[in-house]
Structure formats: structure tokens, C-alpha cells
């Protein structure tokens, strides 16, 4: 494909073979829009290619924002290999990242005003333009990546509403594969595209009839037939675990919804179980209940907790094997009940439910089945029984399946190979997993499987190996976990218990954990129902808050197992894979493998797995976990590959949440694109007043506070907006723009002293409240405020809460300061009034949301005079500044006030009128009472000179 720059004076060669990818970047080109393409459609090519164009048609400044480092990296080798593929296109300097704040303001209004493709941070960016670094109404456009980041407070909506004040021909593209972002709330497709100042959506679902004819082509059926689905069954022990976290999870969606039912309007569509299932249903409802969070029990509040533990579980048991699952499920009972010496009584509700019973059964019975016996108990001959202990070892279904498909793929190579030697390009299989750890644990499996197994031989030994050297790993886990928790128990109780027990143990008897081969005195078992089962499975809590270990029987075998398997002598089977590695590694002959016979295990990385399959060009893939996502990056591999012979094998667990996850993902997304095609149908038609095109901030502030301009017509700006001094680490927050929005001019400098300066004599510290129980936890609020009271006549602490929660500090009390020292939730409290004793000037400010502190910086404002940036930016430095810390230090302030008769409000004459102690010493009673008055003068001049030792009889 090639495009022509504005001028039509230059062609350019774009890589985008597919004809849907190269309308896209036409359209793009010649008018701004938000596209909104299906994740897997080539999203980063066309991106790339249409700021390529950009870089090769001109000297323009092109800014990239909302980009991460993986955007970034991609992005940069994306315009490397455009610039190789047109060499006679004279690229200009490519990609410039700016995103650190060590590279100095000159180095970066050099490198603006040279032009080029810039990915700048959006903090950075926004200083830049605040300071007129970067020169606005110079800007060729801005692209927008990950739009459905971008909201009203937003920094990328700021950036942008600076942009369009001063440049108003500038181009603005914006990016998202995310449709189900824009489908939440009242017509949120328009009020995105009024963020993004952009007038047109580009919608481009899976189901655009020309996204089809390109991805499908004219052999469709040929292409359809490549592709071969493995239905996998569960095992009976997984069923079992699947249904009972199900059940789990639908047990604390009804009791949080019963408990709060005249909190929130419950949505069935929302709070139903099938949305468990996706990785952002916890977002989802902690957002609904953080307006009400203060409001919750503590039972409330730790069921919520326990839905994304739930969802963890419900993830692990088809991604870990066997073992992991089960130690897994160890840490999971050990962090849901109370910690040693809690106050909280209760553990986690869903731990009482006989669903939770069947799963903690099912997956022990994954592991080994049996109890434990007298210690004195042979070994099998094959070491599969130990103490009565049978070593089950349950391996993942897939596991076979993946072997099976394996050997097919590889007698596929060879019989095509003899078939027709040389006409076949060496390519590798490529398996996609869903993270690393799965990864490591195929290559493990593949690596320790029975070598003599025939394909389709399901005898379930082919990981036995593998299995028991990850039993002997949690057998020596579990016996330490057990110490660490027993350890724990015993820090908790008080000295005597202690003393007791250390006496009782005479130095030649080997340490013995306590309570062996018997319960401990405060300990309840608590066993559900009378099966088998239940008998295995034992938890239980005292009533007391002291936590005892739950399985009882597990720390029993553990020990018996450690003590005879892991310190037998010999372990055969280990020094034989040993010498077997000494022998391959000493013979072996070392060279290049044959790309045929490599197997390359990746996992889902986004937008990158479209670069791994142009890099390894595989002929079979594997997907081992199903991925919507993936499915189009192959089907956009494969068209943009004709030639090659593609075969994809789509694993997936029948009847699993695997398979309901992502049903209901691609459902999802075609739901959203339909109901984002409705809304475009239905919005309006967005027109852009001359009105705005012509007025600048200040007229707008004047036209704010003057109703009498008639006509909005163009006058002598006789009024100056407001300005305040603000510190460049404040625009992580949304308070820059909304003070923007309200007419304020924002200076944006490094300020050593304070976060916000609103006049001369007016500084303000702004805290959120995390900021703030951070600062009180290190000190850092107490050293701000002794440094704003030597240099500023008034010092405010601004503390400002959440809009969408709680104004009080009520919801804070878990996060108190020093919760290890056992204190309350009023520690936050008293060390705000402790603060305030400590400094009598400062002035506690409480602000509901960003909206209401811009409010109060107005009503600061009001009748004070504008403040001096350059005054602002010395105080505190090694310069120093116009204020009190020329005069005065904050200890000899301290001392002064902690004299008798010595007040909050006339120790400032003191101040004043006497240089310093040695002065006020030797000063008269009245002396000292033209400052303070008579009584307190008093007071001031017995202290100083009144004679400790006579009073207390010293001199004979």
C-alpha cells in the first residue's frame, strides 16, 4: 500500500497487507476519530504505520500519550522496520521517548522545536504545556493510545483541552481494542468523544463485513478445516472442586446482597455468578460498594475479600497441578482465619459451608489418599504406599492430550517431510499458555514423561515422576509451614505459658512440637456430618481468637513423610537422572536445532504475540487455554500468510469455566460493539461554536464573572484571572485541571516548601487521606509543617477525601497508624490534634472531593494578593527566601512557648521585640511586659529567674 502526505508530494510504502487495515488508515488520515477496533486486528500495525506517515511527510511534532513502556517498545520497532523498508523516504529521528524528569527542560524544548514522534508521559507533558516549553499552536497532533483510560479528570483529557485552546487544526486520533469500556453509564460513547475533543467513532467488530472478507478470504472452508477443537473432560475429583467453589461463590453473593440490601439497588445482571468468572468482577463490585464500604460489617467486607480468593481457586485448579493446588489451598486456610491474638472472632464465612468441606477433601484426595499409620510401617516396594499414605497423584487431563497432539504434529512433519524433502520451511510448534508458571510446567511434564509411552496410551504414569518430586518439595513445605504456625500460636500467649513449657523440656530431650498425638486444651473439633469424608477432612476453630492448625492429619503425615522418605537412604531414580545428565552432557554434541523439533512455549502478552508470530512463523500452533484475542491474531497471521499450511489444535475443559469464560467474553464484546453501533446511530451531531474558537481562558474567566459583555464579543481583557503555584508532583492528582477549568492560571514549579502557593503569606499541603496516615506513619507531616511555619504567615493542611466515598474517617480505622502497637481506629484522630497542639497556626482544612478544594482555593484567594514564582521556588533552598526561617528556627520557637506564661497568641511579640534568650533573660519584669502584658510578664520573669536550689534546700 502507499499513501501521500499532505502536500501529495511523497509516497509512502505501508505494511498493511489486508484491506480493512488499509481503509482504516485512509479514513484516519483524512479526518480525526476514535477507532474502536476488536482486540487481535492488527491494532499496533496500523497504529505504527499511521505515525510513520506522519514522521516521513514533513517536519511535524507528533505526541503520543497514554502509551506503556510494551506500547512503547512495540511502537519503536514497528517505525525501526518502516524506516528499513524506505530508505529513500529520509525518516526523520523516529520514536523519542520522553518519560523521566532528569532530562532537563532545555534538553526537551530542543528536542520540540526540532520536531518528530514523541512518546511523552502525561505528567510531563502537561507541565510542558503549562510553561509553554512545548509551543501548542506548533503541534501537528496528538495520538491517543488506550482511550478507554481517558475520563473528564483524567490527565490525558487535560492535555488534550490545553491542546485545542491554542491549536485548533491540529489532528486528535484516538486508539481502543477495550469496546466494553465505553458501554457503561448515559450515552458513553458521546461523552468520550467530548473528553477526546474528536467528533466521529470508528467502530471495526470482528463482524464488519469487510474485517470478514479480509480475515476469511475465498477459502473459507478450506481455512475452517485447519482448525481442530480438543474437547477435554474434566476429571471426577475437578468436577467436584469446580461445582463446590461455584456454590461457594454463589453462597457469598446472596449473603452479601441479603446483608446490605438497604445499602444498594442490587443488579441480577451484575451480581450474577457468570461474571465471577472474569478477572475485573472484583473491581466491579468493589466500585458499587465504596460509596457504602463505611457502612459495611466486618462480615461484609471480608466476604468481599473472599470473591477474589474464590476466583483464584477457581483459576488454579485448572492451571496448577495437582500439588500446587493442594499447597495452594494451605495458604489460603492459613490467611482466611483470624491471625494469632485478633480480636476477630470469626474466620471466613465460606469456610463453614459443606461446599467448601468437598473441596478441601476433593483436593486432597487429588494428592494421596488414606490416614496415617503407626510410624513403624514398611514402604512399598514401588514407593507407592508410605505410612498407610497412597500417593494418588492426579495429573491434568490436558497433559495427555498435549503429548497425543504433540506426536501427531511430529509424524505429520516427518511424513511430510519424506513426502517432499526441501519444499518445507523449518518453522517451530508454537503453545500458548495463559502465564509463565504454566509454561514451566508443561516443559516439566514434557521433559519427565515416560519415554516408552505410546501416543493414546492414558495410563496417568506420565508425570508420575514430575508429581512426586513436587510431593517431596510440599511434604518438606508443609512440615515448616506447620512450625511457622505453631510458632506463631506460641508468640501470642502470654510469658507464663511460655515459661511453662521451656521448663517442662529438659535439655537432653529432642525439641518435640507441642500438643503432639493430642489436642491442645482450648482446642474445638468441628467435624461436618458423618461420611468419610468428613472424617478426613478436619478444621477447626477455637473460640478463643487463637488460631490451631486446621489439618491436623496433614501435619501428621508430613512429618512421618519427611522423616522416612525424605531422609531414606537413596533415592534412586534422582541419582540416576543425575548420571543420566553427567552422561548426555559429557557426550552430547552440541550445534543448531532443527527448528522442526523445537517446541516454543509462550504465554498471551497482548499486543506482542502479534510480533512473536511474525518472528517465529509457526505451521502448528497449540492454544493449551482458549483466548479470543488470539484466535484473530491468527486469523490475521494466516492472511497475511496465504502460502503457509497453518494448523491450529484449540484446547479447552467441556463443560468447565474455561469454556464459560470464553463464551462469555466474545459475547461481551459483540454486545458491546452492537450496543455502540445503536448509540452511534442515535447520537447527535456535534457542531463547534465560533464562540469558542474565539475565546481565550481569560475571557472566559471575565465572561464567568461579567454578565454584561454582550454578544461574546472580543475585548481588552481588563480583569486577570487568579493564579496559583503549584508543585510538578501535584498533577498525579485531578485538582490541576479542575482549577484550570475554573478559570485559575496554574504555574507549575518545583516547590521545596508546601504543594500549593496561593498568595504570599498562603501555602497549602495537600493530603489525600492514604498521603496522609503514610505521612504520620514516617513523619514526614511534622517536618512539612515546622518548614511552613518558618517561611509562611499562614500554613493549611488541606485534606481531601474521595468524591465517590465516605467524607468522614470512620472507613480509615483499618488502616490505622500503628495497628502492629494494638491501636484504635481514633489514632488518626488524636495524632490530628496532636498536630495541632505541636503548631497553633496551622489551619485544618476538609474537603469532600477535588471540585469543593477548588472552591476553597477561590474563597483563599479572594482580596490576597497574586504570588511571586520566583520567591515560591527559592524558599526553602540553600537561596532562601523572604520568609521567617532568615529569623527564626523551630526548636528555639518550641522552647519559648513551652515557658510559663508564654501563649499561642502573645509569644509572636516575644518574637518580635527580643533577638534571642540571652536577651529575654536579662530583660526587666517591665521590660518583658510591654510585649505580653503584666500578668504574663509575671509569670515569664519568676521563671527565668527563680532558684531551684533554694527551693528544694540545696544550699546549706
Known amino acids: 500500500m502507499s499513501t501521500q502526505d499532505e502536500d501529495g508530494t511523497a509516497a509512502v510504502n505501508l505494511s498493511l497487507p489486508l484491506a480493512y487495515q488499509q481503509t482504516l488508515l485512509n479514513d484516519l488520515i483524512d479526518e480525526d476519530a476514535l477507532v474502536i477496533l476488536a482486540r487481535g486486528l492488527g491494532l499496533p500495525r496500523i497504529v505504527t504505520n499511521l505515525v510513520h506517515a506522519y514522521d516521513v511527510s514533513g517536519p511535524n511534532l507528533v505526541l503520543i500519550i497514554g502509551a506503556d513502556e510494551r506500547d512503547i517498545q512495540w511502537l519503536g520497532e514497528g ?86 485552546e491554542k491549536n485548533k487544526d491540529g489532528f486528535i486520533k484516538a486508539f481502543s481494542d477495550s469496546p466494553e469500556s465505553f458501554i457503561t453509564g448515559f450515552a458513553p460513547l458521546e461523552n468520550m468523544l467530548k473528553h477526546l475533543f474528536i467528533r466521529k467513532p470508528a467502530l471495526w467488530p470482528r463482524f464488519q463485513v469487510q474485517v470478514a472478507e479480509s480475515l476469511e478470504g475465498d477459502s473459507q472452508h478450506k481455512k475452517r478445516r485447519d482448525v481442530v477443537e480438543i474437547d477435554v473432560s474434566l476429571s471426577p475429583y475437578m468436577k467436584d472442586i469446580q461445582n463446590a467453589v461455584l456454590e461457594c461463590i454463589e453462597n457469598c453473593l446472596r449473603e452479601l446482597k441479603r446483608s446490605n440490601a438497604s445499602l444498594l439497588d442490587f443488579d441480577d445482571n451484575d451480581w450474577a455468578v457468570e461474571n465471577a468468572l472474569h478477572s475485573n468482577f472484583d473491581v466491579r ?172 496410551d492414558d495410563n496417568g504414569k506420565g508425570a508420575k515422576r514430575m508429581l512426586q518430586c513436587k510431593l517431596k518439595d510440599y511434604i518438606a513445605w508443609k512440615h515448616d509451614f506447620a512450625n511457622v504456625r505453631r ?66 492429619e496433614d501435619n501428621s503425615v ?63 500452533i497449540i492454544m493449551y487455554e482458549p483466548d479470543a484475542a488470539f484466535v484473530r491474531r491468527i486469523e490475521v497471521y494466516r492472511a497475511c500468510n496465504p502460502e503457509r499450511n497453518l494448523k491450529v489444535y484449540f484446547m479447552y475443559y ?85 482549577l484550570h477549568c475554573q478559570g485559575i492560571v496554574l504555574v507549575p514549579i518545583t516547590l521545596t516548601v508546601g504543594d500549593y502557593v496561593l498568595s504570599p503569606q498562603i501555602c497549602v499541603e495537600r493530603k489525600s487521606i492514604p498521603d496522609l496516615i503514610s505521612s504520620f506513619k514516617d513523619g514526614r507531616l511534622y517536618t512539612q509543617c515546622e518548614i511552613m511555619a518558618q517561611y509562611y504567615k499562614i500554613m493549611i493542611l488541606l485534606i481531601e477525601f474521595d468524591a465517590e466515598k465516605s467524607f468522614s474517617l470512620e472507613p480509615f480505622s483499618d488502616a490505622s497508624i500503628a495497628s502492629a502497637s494494638g491501636s484504635t481506629g481514633n489514632d488518626l484522630q488524636s495524632k490530628l490534634v496532636l498536630l495541632a497542639l505541636a503548631f ?18 477561590l474563597e483563599l484567594k479572594r482580596n490576597q494578593e497574586e504570588p511571586n514564582p520566583e520567591t515560591a521556588a527559592s524558599i526553602g533552598t540553600d537561596v532562601g527566601g523572604e520568609g521567617e526561617a532568615t529569623m527564626y528556627n523551630q526548636a528555639a520557637l518550641d522552647m519559648l512557648r513551652s515557658i510559663p506564661g508564654v501563649t499561642a497568641v502573645n509569644y509572636q511579640n516575644l518574637v518580635y521585640d527580643v533577638e534571642n534568650f540571652q536577651q529575654l533573660c536579662q530583660m526587666s519584669e517591665s521590660e ?29
Open 79 to 164: 517505525l525501526s522496520e518502516l524506516a528499513h523498508l524506505n530508505p529513500q523516504s529520509q525518516t526523520r529521528t523516529g520514536l523519542t521517548v520522553v518519560n523521566t524528569e532528569l532530562m532537563t527542560i532545555e534538553r526537551r524544548e530542543q528536542l520540540y522545536s526540532t520536531g518528530g514522534v514523541f512518546a511523552v508521559t502525561s505528567r510531563i507533558l502537561v507541565v510542558d504545556m503549562l510553561t509553554d516549553i512545548i509551543p501548542r499552536e506548533k503541534i501537528t497532533g496528538i495520538v491517543v493510545l488506550h482511550a478507554e483510560r481517558v475520563n473528564a479528570m483524567s490527565l490525558e483529557s487535560f492535555i488534550l483541552q490545553l491542546y485545542r
Open 654 to 738: 467441556g463443560g468447565s469455566v474455561e469454556e464459560q469464560r470464553y463464551l462469555s467474553i466474545v459475547r461481551k464484546e459483540k454486545d458491546a460493539f452492537s450496543k455502540l453501533i445503536r448509540e452511534r446511530g442515535n447520537m447527535a451531531m456535534v457542531l463547534t461554536s465560533d464562540l469558542d474558537k474565539l475565546a481565550t481562558p481569560e475571557e472566559m474567566y471575565v465572561r464567568k464573572f461579567n454578565t454584561r459583555i454582550a454578544g461574546g464579543a472580543r475585548l481588552e481583557v481588563s480583569i486577570r484571572p487568579p493564579r496559583v503555584i503549584i508543585d510538578l508532583r501535584e498533577f498525579r492528582s485531578k485538582l490541576p485541571q479542575i
Open 487 to 552: 510458632g506463631l500460636f506460641f508468640n501470642t500467649n502470654n510469658g507464663s505459658n511460655k515459661a511453662t513449657s521451656t521448663a517442662a523440656k529438659t535439655d537432653d530431650e529432642p525439641e518435640q512440637p507441642l500438643f503432639r498425638g493430642r489436642a491442645p486444651p482450648n482446642k474445638r473439633r468441628r467435624v461436618r456430618g458423618g461420611s468419610s469424608s468428613a472424617a478426613v477432612q478436619s478444621r477447626t476453630i477455637t473460640t478463643s481468637g487463637i488460631v490451631i492448625d486446621l489439618d491436623e
Open 928 to 956: 518583658i511586659a510591654k510585649s505580653v502584658g503584666r500578668e504574663s510578664a509575671g509569670k515569664i520573669w519568676r521563671f527565668l529567674n527563680c532558684d531551684l536550689r533554694k527551693q528544694q534546700g540545696v544550699i546549706q
Open 840 to 857: 497553633p497556626r496551622l489551619k485544618i482544612v476538609w474537603s469532600s472531593g477535588p471540585f469543593q478544594t477548588a472552591q476553597i482555593f
Open 285 to 456: 463490585i468493589r466500585r458499587q460498594l465504596d460509596p457504602v464500604y463505611h457502612r459495611l460489617s466486618y462480615k461484609s467486607r471480608s466476604i468481599v475479600a473472599d470473591l477474589t480468593t474464590l476466583r483464584r481457586i477457581l483459576n488454579c485448579l485448572l492451571s496448577y497441578d495437582c500439588v500446587s493446588f493442594q499447597k495452594m489451598l494451605d495458604t489460603v486456610i492459613a490467611s482466611s482465619l483470624p491471625l494469632p491474638g485478633s480480636t476477630k472472632q470469626n474466620a471466613s464465612p465460606w469456610l463453614f459451608l459443606d461446599a467448601s468441606n468437598v473441596l478441601f477433601t476433593a483436593a486432597r484426595q487429588r494428592v494421596y489418599a488414606g490416614t496415617s499409620l503407626p510410624s513403624d510401617t514398611v514402604v512399598g516396594e514401588q514407593g507407592d504406599k508410605i505410612n498407610g499414605i497412597t500417593e494418588v497423584l492426579e495429573e491434568q487431563p490436558k497433559w495427555s492430550q498435549l503429548a497425543d497432539i504433540l506426536d501427531e504434529i511430529n509424524q505429520s512433519m516427518n511424513s511430510n517431510w519424506q513426502a517432499a524433502p526441501g519444499q518445507h520451511d523449518p518453522s517451530p510448534t508454537l503453545v500458548m499458555c495463559s502465564d509463565e508458571q504454566t509454561c514451566v510446567q508443561l516443559r516439566d511434564y514434557l521433559s519427565d514423561r515416560d519415554p516408552n509411552r505410546k501416543p493414546g
Open 558 to 620: 508430613a512429618a512421618k513423610l519427611l522423616e522416612e522418605k525424605l531422609n531414606q537412604e537413596g533415592t534412586p531414580e534422582v541419582e540416576q537422572l543425575e548420571t543420566s545428565f553427567q552422561n548426555d552432557y559429557e557426550n552430547d554434541y552440541y550445534g543448531l536445532a532443527d527448528m522442526n523439533d523445537v517446541i516454543a512455549f509462550m504465554p498471551y502478552d497482548g499486543d506482542n504475540d502479534d510480533f512473536v508470530l511474525e518472528e517465529l512463523r509457526p505451521r502448528f
